[in-house]
């Protein structure tokens, strides 16, 4: 993973665009302009990461950590090389450093998104539901330096 710069914005945005597009258009949600604006408000270069395969951006991955949490905001895979264990060595990443500081992390999906299948599987529970998004909590584990549930 390689840290993101300012100026990486709209490839970050197209991508994610990209990822999200199809769970979107499932729900008649899908607003290009909305998608943007939503990445934007949130976007912090400080916190992103380009994940690669083979030297070519296939996605990226944004957390920070927060007073009592380590918070997911966006893990992306382009569709081409979702299925392929890159998001699930990521995620395993980000799930290693909540355990090294302790926090359990926190994460929101898309209620259509397949997404909500890779955090159950992942170790996630579902904490709560709105209209449009289900938010998970993975706690830390008991055991110091065990990952699993």
Same mark, same amino acid.
């Given at each position: 993973?390689? $840290?993101?710069?300012?100026?990486? +914005?709209?490839s ?10 199809e ?11 909305? %998608?943007?604006?939503? +990445?934007?408000?949130?976007?912090? %270069? ?13 996605? +990226? #991955?944004? +957390?920070? #950590? ?13 569709p081409?090389? $979702? ?10 990443? #980000? ?13 929101? %999906?898309?209620?259509e ?6 955090? #159950? ?7 709560? $539901? ?12 008991? $055991? ?5 549930p």
């Amino acid at each position: 993973m390689h $840290q993101a710069n300012p100026e990486d +914005f709209e490839s970050l945005v197209s991508l994610r665009i990209v990822a999200m597009r199809e769970s979107l258009e499932r729900i008649g949600r899908f607003d290009i302009h909305r %998608a943007r604006e939503r +990445f934007r408000s949130s976007f912090s %270069a400080c916190d992103t990461y380009h994940i690669k395969l083979n030297h070519e951006k296939i996605g +990226f #991955v944004a +957390f920070k #950590v927060l007073d009592n949490q380590l918070l997911l905001e966006h893990l992306y895979i382009h569709p081409d090389h $979702q299925g392929e264990g890159v998001g699930s060595e990521v995620l395993n990443y #980000v799930i290693t450093e909540s355990e090294k500081i302790r926090r359990p992390i926190h994460v929101g %999906a898309l209620r259509e998104s397949d997404s909500n299948r890779f955090y #159950v599987r992942h170790g996630f529970i579902l904490h709560r $539901q709105e209209e449009h998004d289900n938010y998970y909590i993975r706690p830390i584990s008991t $055991q110091t330096g065990n990952t699993n549930p």
